[in-house]
């Protein structure tokens, strides 16, 4: 036996003998089950209220969401210059120009004054809504008109902004003060802002996968040591594909449903993808279309 075969032998050997140590002695943990994760079938979240069928975050998409049956939504928010939580995904009030104000920099009472109707996007793209004027909505609001719903909150402010700063602590209090932590996810793109989140909340509230804990939850479930992976969040929210890599993959829900953490898909806005995703395990729909995801759903 040649030298370099001898020490390919002995990596092996201790690449095999570090797994079975690290096997033995990790046990992977499940997350406690959260009352606003306790449903039985797969659910239906229309996409900030289902902007294929209504200007988005505005009650008009909120209550065709609701007439259509969906089990909930999936929302953006930011804060005020007077610190009032509102739904939008857009930094700036209109995105139909160059900026007209940023939301943190007006009032709510200022925001008032803007027709938040102008964003209302058709399988045809982008279409006009002006005519019919629609008011940016509170998270307030939308809690105290839809208490039965699940809605899925993403903290869109970065946290090394002011704003960004007081979101986790402001989002807390208003969740308590209405007592609805078990009708609600709470998530962001930036993991800092959901970790400032549950220091206020801790573990009241289901908690999203940012973007970086997606990253290491699913390094580790193509590594030979999935079983040190140790999640911090209650879900995962995410697109068929990240990059390069697919997500859409029975073997990697099933890791994550082992922990009991279920997954939910966005933004998925064909029939036959959504019954795909549903037949493989996705325990939510995230979609724009939230007329086609019921139907789909309930089949």
């Known amino acids: 036996m040649g030298k370099k075969t001898k020490v390919a032998i002995a990596i092996a050997a201790a690449s095999a003998a570090a797994w079975a140590g690290s096997k033995a002695l990790s046990k992977p943990q499940k997350r406690e089950s959260k009352d606003a994760l306790s449903y039985e079938h797969p659910v239906v979240l229309a996409h900030r209220g289902g902007s294929h069928i209504a200007p988005e975050h505005t009650m008009a998409a909120f209550h065709k969401a609701d007439e259509i049956g969906v089990d909930g939504f ?18 700036y009030v209109d995105r139909t120009s160059d900026g007209t104000g940023r939301i943190a920099d007006l009032t709510l009472e200022e925001l008032r004054k803007f027709n938040f109707g102008y964003n209302f996007v058709d399988l045809d793209g982008y279409l006009s809504y002006r ?3 629609e008011s940016i909505v509170t998270l307030r609001e939308l809690l105290n008109k839809f208490p039965d719903k699940f809605i899925n909150i993403d903290m869109k402010d970065a946290p090394d902004t002011y704003e960004g700063g007081l979101m986790p602590s402001k989002l807390w209090r208003l969740i308590e003060e209405m007592d609805v932590a078990d009708n609600v996810v709470v998530t962001s ?5 959901i970790d400032r989140f549950n220091l206020y909340a ?4 289901a908690l999203g996968a940012g ?9 580790s479930f193509t590594s030979q040591f999935g079983h040190l992976y140790h999640p911090k969040v209650d879900i995962f929210q995410i697109p068929e594909k990240y990059g390069v890599f697919s997500l859409d993959n029975k073997s990697f829900i099933q890791f994550l449903s082992d922990l009991n953490i279920p997954v939910h898909y966005w933004t998925v806005n064909d029939a ?6 549903v037949n493989i395990g996705a325990r939510g729909i995230v979609t724009d279309r939230p007329d086609l995801a019921v139907k789909v759903v309930s089949l």
């Not at 036959?272 to 995703?277: A, H, I, P």
Request: hydrophobic share 35%.
């Open 211 to 219: 973007q970086a804990e997606v990253r290491k939850a699913y390094t």
């Open 131 to 133: 005519d019919e004027f």
């Open 74 to 91: 999936e929302i953006d928010i930011r804060l005020t210059k007077d610190e009032e939580i509102v739904v939008s995904h857009d930094d």
């Open 272 to 277: 036959l993808t959504m019954k795909k995703l």
């Open 202 to 205: 801790q573990n009241k509230v």
């Open 189 to 193: 793109f930036y993991d800092e802002q």
